[in-house]
């Protein structure tokens, strides 16, 4: 049984970071990654599909649940290409660059087996898209940015 899974956590307003997770007596990691968002966890597929897996405190989908603003997700052209909707026009798809959501509160990278269903250490590769993504100033303060832009636009 494993005891241990490599993750990163991409903290509100600071630098990701590398953290070994424990498993609980059961071997299982669930306790430990919704610590690392401060509640229940939500897959937040659409930011990197499985590689890595990202989660979030499932309430950090939601403005107004208490959890500060932590990145801007914006589209990007596998996003496009798949179709997903506009967050400002639900009847045309998202275009590379488009705002498409703001997590709120802590993030959480694990990688996923799509075999099993399980979650595995991330890997180095999955390490660099986390600090490329969310690694910049420019990340970091991406959430506070646009969700204040988006509460002017109210």
Known sequence: MKETLEAMVVPTGGMPYRK???ADEDGSFLAALQDCVGGRIE???YVFGDAPAVYCN???LLPGSGC???RA???DAAMAEA???SQDDPSRPVEPGELYHIAFGDLVCVGFDPETGED???AEAERRR???RFGSLESIASGPIEARAVLARL
């Open 20 to 22: 070994t997770l424990e």
């Open 43 to 45: 897959a937040m597929g």
């Open 58 to 60: 499932e309430e950090g």
């Open 68 to 70: 500060a603003p932590n």
């Open 73 to 75: 997700i914006y589209a």
């Open 83 to 85: 179709g997903y909707a």
């Open 120 to 122: 595995r250490d991330i």
């Open 130 to 132: 986390v600090m490329e």
